[in-house]
Each structure stands twice: as structure tokens, then as C-alpha cells.
């Protein structure tokens, strides 16, 4: 994989960054742990502009994380009723919890979306919630966009220094992403366990 995704990045530049950052955002078959960090080293070896390989990263993964609010938005959450009815247990969800949600998402949207970027594990699933609850689009993409700017100036910018390969980078994030996704597992099993339909 990591030989691929320098493949693409040194033959299409920041056209492939971009591209890689949106496929990692639709559905991550390559993490942007990787994506980033092997373009900032690119940069460092003078074969990109740094300042353009954030922007296009960015630019790919916005693009992706558009997609993924329209179509969360277009399903909208009265659709979700019948799901959450079924499914309730499954999704850990009930409806009383859903209007609860879209309560707090009109009070604390914009915080959501721009810390949810830069988590690891958590990033690509912000735009979903943020569309389903009809999150103000204007608001979903001033804080997405700086959220996703911040991180991949991070990823990028580590790898531009370091001048070294991305797994230095990777044994430091790998670890609090995996962390993260435990916490996550362990928060659904325990949902799940106490979950209380009305």
C-alpha cells in the first residue's frame, strides 16, 4: 500500500494527494495517516510545494466529506424514523435520543464538526450526523473545512520535517487511533447492553 500511494503521488502530484484524500474520506481504504505524511515528504524533497499539498489534500477530502452531508441530508431524519423504530436496539438509538441530537447539533454543530476532524477513527463519519440533522450547510463547511485543513497541514507538515519515512508518524498516531476505536467499541457494546427502547 505504502508503495502505491507514493507511486501515485510522485507520478499525478497534488492532483493524486487530492484524490487519495478523497477516496480515504468516501471510504477509507488508505488512512490520510499515510496519504498526507508520504506528500509532505514529497514536498521535503523538493517535488511539491508543501502549501499545495495541504490545499489539495484538503480539496480532495472536502470534496468528500460534501458528498457524504448531501446524501446524509438527502436521506434526512424523518426517514430515519422506521430505522430507529426496527432497529433501535441495534443502532443504540431511540427517537427521544434522536430529537435530543438535533437539539444539541443546532447549539453545538460547529464545535462537532471541527473537533471531529481531528480525531483519527471519527473524521469521516462527522459529515453524516451534520447532514442527517440538517446542520446548517454554510456552518458544516466552515468548520469542516478548517478542522480538515488543520489535521492534513498536521499529517503533512510531519512528514515535511521528519524528511523520513511515514511510519515515525504512523507509530504515533496509530496507537491513539487504535485507542480510540476501542473506546468506540466498548461505548457500543455498553449501549447496547442498556439500551432502553420508548
Do not use: C
Not at 506528500?39 to 524533497?45: I, K, M
Not at 438527502?74 to 438535533?102: F, S
Not at 440533522?133 to 521528519?162: D, E, I, P
Amino acid at each position: 500500500m505504502y508503495s502505491w500511494v507514493v507511486r501515485l503521488i510522485e507520478q499525478s502530484g497534488y492532483l493524486g494527494v487530492g484524490f487519495l484524500m478523497f477516496l480515504e474520506t468516501l471510504f477509507p481504504p488508505i488512512p490520510s495517516e499515510v496519504i498526507m505524511p508520504v506528500a509532505g515528504l514529497t514536498a521535503a524533497h523538493g517535488k511539491l510545494q508543501l502549501w499545495l499539498v495541504i490545499l489539495s489534500g484538503t480539496a480532495g477530502a472536502m470534496l468528500g466529506n460534501i458528498f457524504w452531508y448531501l446524501a446524509a441530508r438527502a436521506l434526512g431524519v424523518e426517514r430515519l424514523r422506521p430505522l430507529v423504530r426496527r432497529y433501535g436496539r441495534w443502532l443504540t438509538v431511540n427517537w427521544k435520543e434522536v430529537e435530543r441530537a438535533h437539539r444539541w447539533m443546532d447549539r453545538h454543530g460547529s464545535a462537532f464538526v471541527l473537533l471531529g476532524r481531528l480525531v483519527p477513527a471519527v473524521r469521516s463519519l462527522v459529515s453524516i450526523p451534520a447532514g442527517l440533522l440538517k446542520f446548517s450547510f454554510r456552518r458544516f463547511l466552515l468548520a469542516s473545512t478548517l478542522g480538515t485543513l488543520a489535521w492534513t497541514a498536521l499529517l503533512a507538515g510531519a512528514g515535511f520535517r521528519l524528511k523520513s519515512d511515514f511510519l515515525q508518524i504512523e507509530q504515533f498516531i496509530a496507537p491513539i487511533a487504535d485507542f480510540i476505536l476501542l473506546i468506540m467499541v466498548v461505548a457500543y457494546l455498553w449501549r447496547l447492553a442498556t439500551h432502553k427502547s420508548h
